[in-house]
């Protein structure tokens, strides 16, 4: 196993691990198999959804893990069609059943399906489902600038984090700097770049071939460094291990602002533009 990683201070005065595990699509035996296989190297954070369909498989991975339960943050995350309040709330409590818990160490809006027009109402709910002690934490998930600024004012409860797309061809420095102002926590989906991984890029193999890491050891370093949070999947237990084991070195800033730079004006993975996305 890797040495213990860091944690990130919430605005809620909560902590998470400084880099989480995805575990969409992991499903089935074979899932909960990558999942143990996950926190028997080092991981401590576990993010799933409703949409992702294996919330089952998360739980009975904590519980077959042997580590306690309060060492382990589970996250998850509320789907569009789940945005009415009451709606919201039953969805978090089913999700509690599935997973076999008694409480969410995080819940997120997944998407803010703004032409659905509700995502005030999930907040107002999240909000009420922490104060009942069925998350310790609560966030959102792609939301932008107006969509955060939309359920602060309703609420006058701000995100302890926002999950949004990051990775060296979308760096998201706008969002960074929202969340900077705003005390939110950024977390990286898809931190490596998925298929489109610039894993041949010559500011990533410069400084994985300087610092004799891994090209994906250079990116989730990256991550780190720009105080984001990255959830990387893998189910090969080498590539897990690999992926957690990051602390060991420091990009230059040099070498940080070259990766940076590979960002694209259009460097989305497939067009989720949170404006106009919807996932139900």
Not at 112 to 121: A, F, H, L
Not at 163 to 175: D, N, T, V
Not at 213 to 218: C, G, L, R
Request: no cysteine; proline share 6%; glycine share 8%.
């Amino acid at each position: 196993m890797v040495s213990a990683i860091p944690h990130y201070t919430l605005n809620d005065g909560t902590q998470l691990p400084a880099i989480g595990f995805g575990t969409y699509p992991l499903t089935g035996d074979d899932g909960i198999k990558a999942m143990i296989s996950a926190i028997e190297n080092g991981y401590r954070l576990l993010d799933t959804a409703v949409n992702y369909g294996n919330e089952d498989e998360v739980g009975e991975a904590v519980r077959q893990s042997g580590i306690a339960r309060d060492d382990i943050a589970v996250t998850t995350k509320i789907p569009g069609r789940h945005h009415e309040y009451d709606q919201a709330v039953s969805s978090v409590e089913d999700a509690l059943r599935r997973l076999g818990l008694d409480h969410v160490d995080l819940v997120l809006i997944h998407w803010p399906n703004p032409s659905v027009g509700k995502y005030r109402e999930a907040w107002r709910a999240l909000v009420d489902v922490r104060e009942r002690g069925l998350a310790t934490s609560i966030g959102v998930s792609n939301f932008t600038r107006q969509h955060l600024a939309d359920i602060i004012h309703d609420t006058g409860v701000t995100p302890a984090v926002n999950q949004i797309e990051l990775h060296p061809y979308f760096p998201q420095a706008e969002m960074r700097a929202v969340h900077a102002e705003l005390g939110i926590q950024t977390e990286s989906w898809s931190p490596l770049g998925k298929r489109s991984a610039p894993f041949d890029q010559q500011p990533v193999t410069d400084a994985a071939e300087a610092h004799g890491v891994a090209p994906s050891q250079v990116i989730l370093r990256w991550q780190l460094q720009l105080g984001a949070l990255p959830l990387p999947k893998s189910a090969n237990p080498q590539r897990q291990r690999e992926n957690l084991d990051v602390t060991g070195f420091q990009l230059t800033e040099q070498e940080m602002n070259a990766i940076t730079a590979l960002g694209r004006p259009h460097g989305r993975l497939f067009g989720g533009d949170p404006d106009i996305h919807e996932e139900m």
